[in-house]
């Protein structure tokens, strides 16, 4: 699979937003799906989201659906996460992983290294 770096992340209030990226080299990029996840120190690590190859069919966490959007851009090799009205809860080391479909995104450990979402209360 291809291997995936993650940027974006940052320090923001409560009700703020963010957009995170996840960018990899190489044209097998636009073949894989990606998801976005997250990690909190002692948790395990959480799902977010994930977007198919093509963009069409997305798949979101219940505590995120209303909040974030993923999204993707095959020509720039990128997939987003829009993070709106942002929670102190949602403070956590974000990760963006592949997998070869949707159907197993949730048991990929092929994740890049991380960026880190602060949200102030």
């Known amino acids: 699979q291809v291997q995936l770096v993650e940027s974006g992340g940052g320090l923001v209030q409560t009700g703020g937003s963010l957009r995170l990226s996840c960018s990899a080299s190489g044209r097998a990029f636009t073949t894989y799906p990606i998801g976005w996840f997250r990690q909190i120190p ?9 977007i198919s190859s093509s963009g069409f069919s997305t798949d979101y966490a219940d505590s995120v659906k209303r909040r ?7 020509a720039k090799n990128t997939v987003y996460l829009q993070m709106n009205n942002l929670k102190p809860e949602d403070t956590a080391v974000y990760y963006c992983g592949s997998s070869i479909t949707m159907a197993t995104m949730r048991s990929t450990r092929n994740w890049g290294q991380g960026t880190q979402v602060t949200v102030s209360s």
Do not use: L, V
């Not at 002692?42 to 994930?50: L, N, S, T, W």
């Open 42 to 50: 002692g948790k395990e690590r959480e799902f977010i989201a994930a």
């Open 68 to 74: 974030f959007t993923i999204s993707r851009d095959n």
